[in-house]
């Protein structure tokens, strides 16, 4: 009855009108950071905490909540829209709502989105709700082994999101996971594949490798195809797709429920990250409902639902740990710590007793907020579906734009920019040779959690940890998900026997060039490792010599049973079985091999003069000359067309980073000569 009396008193002190305004406002900064690539939602709460300070402790967790609550509602847009995911937490939706946008279907992509958002967003509240009296014995329980555990399940994945190519999937994984070692040793300090960078240091931002690896592949082949998203023959019905979306989510009400659970427990767990948390629904869904081998990847409505009902219930799932124990499962949580700091609010057992009606105003803004925010986005969703129909020298500029300033947000230094080109040009090579890509995003993801709470367990626990039975029961699962995409492998080849026999001769194609790259990649990464002090070298040489082995294999698959000749109809019959790998299928396949280098070569070339002129006279100052110049070069607009978006966006951008969120800009070679032109052209 207690619990029951303070949620109440809750809802009235959340329902004032002023505190709804608060809520509303911060809604609506959440889902604009949102729209953005590479933004974020830590970014906007560390930008409001300051703002607080005069509010009442309700009010300012209204506000902060709402724009954390609602930032990953707007995540899909730029993500089914453009295919470009504005963060790590989306790129799962890329998969499937960017291929229905290419079919004319973005607003059934968005409707599901919505409402898939949306009730995990009410599903996360209400299960806050209801475990914050209960769940402080469960939280404790969970220590570094089954941290571990839960990331080795995670790796697992792998298998069901490389498609029929399990082995191009683990050596995705295991290069993901080698990338993820690079920086200082935890243990002993030793440098890692550093190569004498001190950006390296740290280790590579999430940021700028999600973005180089989903975002530019796309846009750049929107410049190859050179036309709309949308073929300029399909009509794009908002309205009633947007109905349609809603009735998907409907009739997959189950698989939003199992999903909007997942996400919910998994963001009580510190470490586990919204991008995870996506990719493990994602592989969830894809494992357990019906032909969904066969059709995700393809357009299929129920992998964005998966994705998005995980990815909103997170964070009522994030609340528990840091209301009960003051420990924040993510960067947005530890800042709200802040703000209990700041308005006396002791994280512990005193927010579940005699401070319950803030916790539970807690539980309704994050409530009400999800709802907010998706009425907003089913508003404006006529809008942001309409982008995919318009001409990709109206969209990439702006877009290109938007994508380097997130990059920006990984360290605030050149070497984001850097990473953001090398990383576009690896995912452009990865989905035109058709190695799965999200593969190497989860890899990289878990592969620094794997090894740092593998150092703890075993230091703290001995071999003791590997018989505890959370940490059974997660091996067991992630054997079985490793394990059984494989054995199907081998049956669909008519077992060992007919998988170590039917080599044909050896055929080498120009194809087969990238997986020698990497060979020679992982090779010299080896070689390197071989130096490093024993404990900072015993995981990168594991997993460098599994992704040696697994990337030889692969080679040799291809070399050897490449070359062994099929029917028309045998391989259509395989395309219809089977998919050739679990990522978004290029649009420009169609396009001859030498015009797809050269147009590929032009747009990596627009990046590199971007940020050429960014070195030489500032971003801002970059982007107007940038815009004008692709626009009447690649697309010969009008000039009163050109001049308004080159001026709209760089005012634009002017105000939002370098005013509010005051954003420090790399230093340039003008305002190196000139150092009286710091702080009077913006950016120089």
Known sequence: MDILHSAGEALLIILDPHRLGFLFLGVSMGLCLGILPGIGGVAGTALLLPFTYALDASTAMALLLGLGATTTTADPISAIVLGAPGHAASAATTLDGYPMTRRGEAGRALGASYMAAMTGGLFGAALMAVLLPIVRPLILFVGSP???????????????????????????????????????????????????????????????????????????????????????????????????????????????????????????????????????????????????????????????????????????????????????????????????????????????????????????????????????????????????????????????CLVYIGAFEGKREWGDLYSLLFFGVLGWALKHFQWPRPPLVLGFILGSVLERYMFISIQRYGADWLSRPVVILMFLLAALSLFRPLLQDVRAHGGVKGMLTGFGRPRMTWQNLFPLFLLGLFATMLSQATTWNPLARIV?????????????????????????????????????????????????????????????????????????????????????????????????????????????????????????????????????????????????
């Open 146 to 400: 089954e941290l571990l555990a839960l990331a080795v399940f995670g790796i697992s994945m792998v298998s069901v999101l490389s498609g029929n190519t399990p082995l191009r999937g683990l050596t995705c994984a295991c290069f993901g996971m080698m990338l993820a070692m690079i920086g200082s040793d935890p243990q002993t300090g030793t440098l890692r594949w550093t190569m004498g960078q001190l950006y390296l240091w740290e280790g590579l931002p999430l940021v700028p490798l999600t973005l180089g690896i989903y975002a530019l592949p796309e846009l750049c082949d929107l410049l190859v195809s050179r036309t709309s998203i949308v073929a300029e023959n399909k009509h794009v019905d908002t309205r009633t797709g947007l109905l349609q979306g809603i009735r998907d989510c409907a009739a997959n009400w189950f698989l939003v429920l199992r999903c909007s659970a997942l996400g919910s427990f998994m963001g009580m767990i510190p470490g586990i990250g919204a991008a995870v948390i996506d990719w493990l629904s994602y592989g969830h869904a894809l494992r357990t409902e019906k032909n969904a081998q066969r059709t995700f990847g393809t357009g299929d409505v129920r992998g964005v639902i998966a994705a998005e009902s995980a990815t909103n219930s997170r964070e009522g799932g994030a609340l528990v740990p840091t209301v009960v124990f003051g420990v924040p499962s993510s960067a947005g949580m530890a800042i709200l710590l802040g703000a209990f700091l700041i308005h006396g609010l002791v994280p512990g057992p005193d927010m579940v007793t005699k401070n319950l009606d803030i916790t539970y105003s807690m539980v309704w803004s994050i409530a009400i907020a999800n709802v907010l925010g998706s009425g907003l986005c089913f508003l404006l969703s006529g809008q942001f579906a309409k982008l995919a129909t318009l001409r990709y020298t109206l969209i990439l500029p702006c877009v290109l």
């Open 540 to 684: 990168p040489l594991i997993v460098g010599s599994g992704a040696l082995l697994f990337c030889f294999l692969a080679l040799i698959n291809e070399v050897f049973k490449g070359s062994k000749t099929k029917s028309l109809d045998e391989m259509a019959r395989a395309q219809i079985e089977q998919k050739i790998h679990m990522d978004i299928k290029s649009a420009v396949s169609h396009v001859p091999w030498q015009k797809l280098l050269l147009r590929g070569s032009i747009f990596f070339g627009w990046m590199v003069a971007f940020l050429g002129s960014m070195a030489l006279i500032g971003i801002i100052p970059t982007v107007p000359l940038f815009i004008t110049a692709f626009m009447r070069l690649e697309g010969r607009e009008r000039w009163r067309i050109v001049l308004p978006m080159a001026f709209v966006m760089c005012l634009f951008i002017y105000v939002l980073f370098d005013q509010l969120l005051a954003i420090p800009w790399p230093p340039t070679v003008l305002g190196d000569v000139f150092p009286a032109l710091r702080g009077v052209v913006p950016s120089v």
